[in-house]
């Protein structure tokens, strides 16, 4: 499965000249630019492309890409992605989004093209809520309680594969989004941010989601495009750095978990911690604090350390597709 992550990422400027390169079949539609299916093939290597009714396949020996026509979601080895746009047609082609091709699809399939992103010593976890704030609850615990359990569990396991680890907090108070973004951004050495947190909603609403910060010209996850979201944040300079880290991080969970989750993809933003910092940045949800079944897993101690060793896992993996070397285990 994770031939999809370790095939990864690009960065911003390699992208924007793949896209217009001689040779790509680049089309307007619905007033976006979109690329062929057939130029994606060609370009990524891949060695087979398959269509049935409205349903494409694209293969080679390492990754297996699925696309629908119509549809805004991509499985890349089992793994989901959220577009931005939908897959489209015009004529007898198939199209993706440029956008998407160039801030999702390029940094997925080539990791080793990010500049400078696996120079990295330091992971900031910030444990989501806090102290006045519960987050999410249920009869069980708070998510702000799990969230520290899950992310102390994760300094103890980082620091000993060599990682420097920096917490937002380390007890139950309360920070402000700001004050969040204030902690990781007085870190001066290049490092990486995992904001980590459980979800709410209906009972029947279950899974895990993953949250990179959505680029200029996207609009945040579920709500409808305005004028502000053309406007590039502080996060945005690692546009390719963040799939790419989000594709490790959610990979991990998904396969340490299997059919103990639903996969609810990987997805673009405007949370505030993901807008401000300017390192590398995710926001994990590992599962539904108020479905039946995840309850009792979130309070689990053995699902609690499952994630953690996801992290831990996504991040040491993370760190060599994007060309930096691991850490020297701490001694015993």
Same mark, same amino acid.
């Given at each position: 499965? +994770?031939?999809?992550?370790?095939?990864?990422?690009?960065?911003?400027?390699?992208?924007?000249?793949?896209?217009? #390169?001689?040779?790509w079949?680049?089309?307007?539609?619905?007033?976006?630019?979109?690329?062929?299916?057939?130029?994606?093939?060609?370009?990524?290597?891949?060695?087979?492309?398959?269509?049935?009714?409205?349903?494409?396949?694209?293969?080679?020996? *390492?990754?297996?890409?699925?696309? *629908?026509?119509?549809?805004?979601?991509?499985?890349?080895?089992?793994?989901?992605?959220?577009?931005?746009?939908?897959?489209?047609?015009?004529?007898?082609?198939?199209?993706?989004?440029?956008?998407?091709?160039?801030?999702?699809?390029?940094?997925?399939?080539?990791?080793?093209f990010?500049?400078?992103?696996?120079?990295?010593?330091t992971?900031?976890l910030?444990?989501?809520?806090?102290?006045?704030?519960?987050?999410?609850?249920?009869?069980?615990?708070?998510?702000?309680?799990?969230?520290?359990?899950?992310?102390?569990?994760?300094?103890?396991?980082?620091e000993?594969?060599?990682?420097?680890v920096?917490?937002?907090?380390?007890d139950?108070?309360?920070?402000?989004?700001?004050?969040?973004?204030?902690?990781?951004?007085?870190?001066?050495?290049?490092? #990486?941010? #995992?904001?980590?947190?459980f979800?709410s909603?209906?009972?029947?609403?279950?899974?895990?989601?993953?949250?990179?910060?959505?680029?200029?010209?996207?609009?945040h996850?579920?709500?409808e495009?305005? $004028?502000?979201?053309?406007q590039?944040?502080?996060?945005?300079?690692?546009?390719?750095a963040?799939?790419?880290?989000?594709?490790?991080?959610?990979?991990?969970?998904?396969?340490?978990?299997?059919?103990?989750?639903f996969?609810?993809?990987?997805?673009? $933003?405007r +949370?505030?911690?993901?807008?401000? #910092? *300017?390192?590398?940045?995710?926001?994990?949800?590992?599962?539904?604090?108020?479905?039946?079944?995840?309850?009792?897993?979130?309070?689990?101690?053995?699902?609690?350390?499952?994630?953690?060793?996801?992290i831990?896992?996504?991040?040491?993996?993370?760190r060599?597709?994007?060309?930096? *070397?691991?850490?020297?285990?701490?001694?015993?």
């Amino acid at each position: 499965m +994770f031939a999809v992550a370790w095939v990864c990422c690009v960065g911003a400027g390699t992208q924007a000249r793949a896209a217009t #390169v001689s040779g790509w079949d680049i089309a307007k539609i619905d007033g976006h630019d979109y690329v062929s299916v057939d130029s994606i093939k060609k370009f990524y290597n891949f060695t087979k492309l398959t269509r049935d009714g409205n349903s494409v396949v694209l293969e080679n020996a *390492k990754v297996e890409m699925k696309l *629908k026509v119509g549809g805004n979601e991509c499985l890349m080895n089992g793994v989901k992605f959220v577009f931005s746009n939908n897959v489209s047609t015009s004529g007898d082609k198939i199209y993706v989004s440029r956008m998407d091709l160039a801030k999702l699809i390029d940094p997925v399939l080539r990791p080793n093209f990010i500049k400078n992103a696996g120079d990295f010593r330091t992971v900031i976890l910030d444990a989501g809520h806090g102290g006045k704030d519960p987050g999410a609850t249920n009869s069980l615990n708070t998510e702000a309680t799990y969230n520290l359990k899950v992310a102390n569990l994760t300094k103890s396991m980082l620091e000993k594969e060599g990682f420097k680890v920096v917490m937002t907090r380390s007890d139950d108070h309360y920070l402000t989004l700001q004050e969040r973004v204030d902690l990781a951004n007085a870190i001066q050495e290049s490092a #990486v941010f #995992v904001s980590i947190h459980f979800n709410s909603g209906g009972t029947g609403a279950r899974g895990i989601e993953t949250f990179t910060l959505s680029p200029p010209g996207v609009s945040h996850y579920g709500r409808e495009f305005i $004028a502000a979201d053309n406007q590039s944040r502080t996060g945005n300079e690692h546009d390719s750095a963040n799939i790419a880290l989000a594709t490790s991080v959610h990979g991990s969970l998904l396969r340490r978990l299997q059919k103990n989750t639903f996969d609810r993809g990987i997805k673009r $933003a405007r +949370f505030s911690v993901l807008s401000g #910092v *300017k390192h590398p940045a995710i926001l994990l949800e590992g599962g539904f604090m108020t479905h039946p079944y995840e309850a009792r897993l979130i309070d689990n101690e053995v699902y609690q350390g499952t994630v953690a060793n996801s992290i831990v896992d996504a991040v040491r993996k993370y760190r060599f597709a994007v060309g930096g *070397k691991v850490p020297d285990k701490a001694p015993n």
